[in-house]
């Protein structure tokens, strides 16, 4: 591995893969690009259902948990995040949605607007063509009898529709950042893996390079990109000085600049959802079923279909959770697996699962260091539900979830609820349910928000008091999109090489 490039890449993720291809594209300089984990080169990577394998091994997944969440009974939740080649995006679902566009124009920053950001979604989606899933279990399919006017168009959050969803897959394999843009790495370009960050490198206000966990320092000609995610940016650069000045200090580490706000304006879609039972309804665990289990592996290595083909969530849906002629408020995701909901990873008989999550939440937590040893973990209060209306929209739109299953033409292979079942029906019931069961979908965004004044991070990507320093991951969203957040991190990643090609010329 070289020790100097013109700039050093943090995190090899959706954003960081994007952002460091794109750099050597417009011949703005040498790439080296860090990852902490090891390579994405496992076949549970690259098959879709091997997901379920990987979530939850430290590995291939930071294992990271919430502070206890003061809304939900203190309890804490897993924050799933991916440890190797292709970040998040090497473990996650591979649903693929832009967000609203207003989302972006909302968003009112220079550069920003939705007529800025279409022609960079559009380039990242010539790369990894996704496309509506093949293959969908039917009762995934039957959710576009919601909506039928919308055909079997994968569904929208610009309008209420449902349907099976839209993903970067490939012929029943995964195309991560990673597998469109730096395999293989193009020249100019070099990936490093295992190499965990403590922290960035200056010399007065000028970035110089990143000191690695085990002392290694790494110098860059011409600046460094934290792409380590929302929550491995703001932990970095925290322990290199730039944060909140007292909380810094307490903890040993040298203040650079003062900068308040690092950290603050975590969150994520809080979410909660309804599992179905019934016999021939979904896929499950009987003996029925069976025998396409035995089959399934062989199935998916000589057509890459089948069960093993499936990334469990499916589908799912847009709707209003009050039912009002507005745009839709809320998101559903659709599992086709009978999933437990007792504790217990395997369970018999067949069925499915939907949830609901608040497209735009308006509660807010914060990141905050634990220590300067980078290998503590960081206190990550997502800060669910400190604004009641997240929790309104939330039970209204378990309620709204409730209907439109009942309205889907599954025919025979219609399920009833199952858990928490039809006798929680008052909002207080249903708030309890929230408060036992409630979670995220796995899209933590905001702790290095861009904006102006106060922000950490101007419009342009640059971090705020130093020079030679940029973001590009999911942390520098002010406001999370209106669905599931890898696609809008590879277009802020590919907006980031062109504002730094521009800026560090």
Request: hydrophobic share 40%.
């Amino acid at each position: 591995m070289t020790s100097r490039a013109d700039f050093i890449v943090v995190g090899a993720g959706s954003a960081g893969c994007i952002a460091a291809a794109e750099l050597v594209r417009r011949e703005a300089g040498s790439v080296l690009l860090l990852e902490a984990g090891p390579t994405d080169k496992s076949p549970l990577v690259k098959m879709p259902f091997g997901l379920v394998w990987m979530m939850g091994k430290p590995h291939r997944d930071w294992c990271y948990k919430s502070t206890p969440q003061v809304h939900l009974g203190g309890r804490q939740l897993n924050v799933t995040r991916g440890r190797m080649v292709g970040g998040s995006g090497s473990i996650n679902s591979m649903v693929w949605f832009r967000g609203r566009k207003d989302d972006f124009d909302n968003w009112q920053l220079p550069g920003w607007s939705w007529a800025d950001v279409e022609r960079a979604f559009e380039s990242i989606e010539a790369r990894l063509t996704p496309n509506r899933m093949q293959g969908a279990h039917p009762v995934t399919e039957a959710l576009h009898s919601l909506f039928p006017e919308h055909g079997t168009t994968p569904p929208s959050p610009e309008y209420e529709s449902a349907g099976v969803f839209a993903f970067n897959m490939v012929d029943g394999r995964r195309r991560s950042a990673a597998d469109g843009f730096v395999k293989p790495a193009p020249p100019g370009l070099t990936l490093a893996t295992g190499q965990e960050v403590d922290r960035v490198l200056f010399e007065g206000d000028a970035t110089r390079g990143i000191r690695l966990v085990d002392g290694t320092e790494l110098r860059a000609n011409k600046g460094v990109i934290l792409s380590a995610g929302s929550i491995g940016s703001p932990s970095i650069l925290m322990r290199s000085g730039v944060g909140p000045r007292a909380e810094l200090q307490a903890l040993g580490i040298d203040v650079r600049h003062n900068s308040e706000e690092v950290g603050a304006n975590l969150h994520d879609h809080p979410a909660a959802g309804l599992h179905f039972a019934g016999s021939g309804s979904g896929y499950g665990l009987t003996p029925a079923q069976m025998p396409g289990w035995a089959v399934a592996p062989f199935q998916y290595l000589m057509t890459r279909r089948g069960r093993f083909a499936s990334p469990t969530v499916e589908g799912g849906g847009f709707f209003n959770a009050r039912g009002l002629d507005e745009a839709p408020d809320v998101q559903s995701h659709f599992i086709p697996f009978k999933l437990g909901w007792e504790g217990k990873r395997y369970v018999y008989g067949s069925g499915y699962f939907a949830d609901v999550g608040v497209c735009r939440p308006k509660s807010r937590g914060a990141l905050r260091l634990t220590s300067r040893d980078p290998q503590a973990a960081p206190d990550i209060d997502l800060g669910l539900f400190n604004d009641g209306s997240d929790l309104d929209t939330l039970v209204a739109g378990l309620k709204r979830l409730r209907i439109l299953m009942e309205q889907v033409d599954f025919g025979a292979r219609h399920a009833p609820e199952a858990f928490p079942g039809p006798a929680v029906q008052s909002d207080e019931a249903l708030r309890a349910h929230i408060r036992d069961r409630g979670a995220t979908a796995y899209h933590p965004v905001g702790t290095l928000r861009m904006g102006e004044g106060s922000a950490p991070v101007d419009p342009r990507l640059a971090v705020r008091g130093v020079n030679g320093l940029w973001v590009a991951d999911a942390s520098v969203m002010p406001a999370v999109t209106s669905a599931n957040t890898n696609a809008p991190s590879m277009m802020i990643g590919h907006r980031a090489a062109q504002f730094i090609a521009e800026d560090a010329a």
